[in-house]
């Protein structure tokens, strides 16, 4: 009798640990005072399955016990959480702008999204984003939680989901950055993925009534309603293959007729490319970081 009370224990125990255990199993805390980057996962009640991202900590991460800033950095069409550290430099310009000065310490979560951060039609990518993943990070990693300490920049897709974002919840960020954001008014080039993402996809065809229906036009009269103005820096390459120059220079002047001193443009050498992307990164940066809580 009394081992079988001991064994039902037991196994009661464990069995209130295991949900415990299984989220421990997906956080990888800091190993070292050096800055890192770590690849982390969570479930998301949204999209019903895990939400992947990667997840860049500061040198003093690990010892000050201090909260820190954070950027959302957002990947393009097609691509993942992977791409910003692979291909972007984003580790070494972190280290490099901090150790300057010229931004203070912070955090730089890189998410994966199957969409262009929208609630398109293969899944809802922006309520994801908002109600899944901020509130995680915030919840799982040491940040500054108010709107001061939150900032959200992109490319292309990216750039096109940092604006949606910042003029959708301008109450969320201190400030954005948009590299050559896909931001087509009224509707993508031919060659664009806009039109074969399953985001825009209805019976196997690009709807042009969801794309219009997602697109910042829809927002910006609403934004600037609210009267609270965003910080945001905007750039393209001169040479960019879908003419995003001449799209984001639409949206810059919509936005300096309400912002004139809060938003910047930028038109830089180069086409559609991780050159103009690397290369901007660090001003875009600069400019975000101005902002922040420090």
Known sequence: MFKRKTLFIFVLLLAMLIPSLSFADNITPPKSSNSQIIH??????TLGRDYNYNIYLPSEYKTSGKEYPVLYLLHGSGGNEHNWVESGNVKETADKLIAKGVIPPSIIVMPGSKSWWVNGYNEAAETAFMNDLIPHIDETWRTIEEKEGRLVAGLSAGGYGTVNFVLKYPEMFAAGAALSPAVYVPEPPSHSSGRTHPTFQ???????????????????????????????????????????AYHAAGLYQNLREHQPELVEFRVVDGDHEWKVWRESLPEAME?????VQK
Not at 40 to 45: I, L, V
Not at 213 to 241: F, M
Not at 287 to 291: E, G, I, N
């Open 40 to 45: 982390q996962s969570f479930s998301s009640e």
């Open 287 to 291: 400019y975000m970081y101005q902002f």
């Open 202 to 244: 209805k019976d196997g065809q690009f709807d042009p009534e969801k794309w219009a229906e997602l697109n910042y036009t829809q927002y910006i009269d609403a934004y600037k309603q609210k009267g609270i103005k965003v910080p945001l820096y905007i750039n393209s390459g001169d040479h960019d293959t879908f003419d995003i």
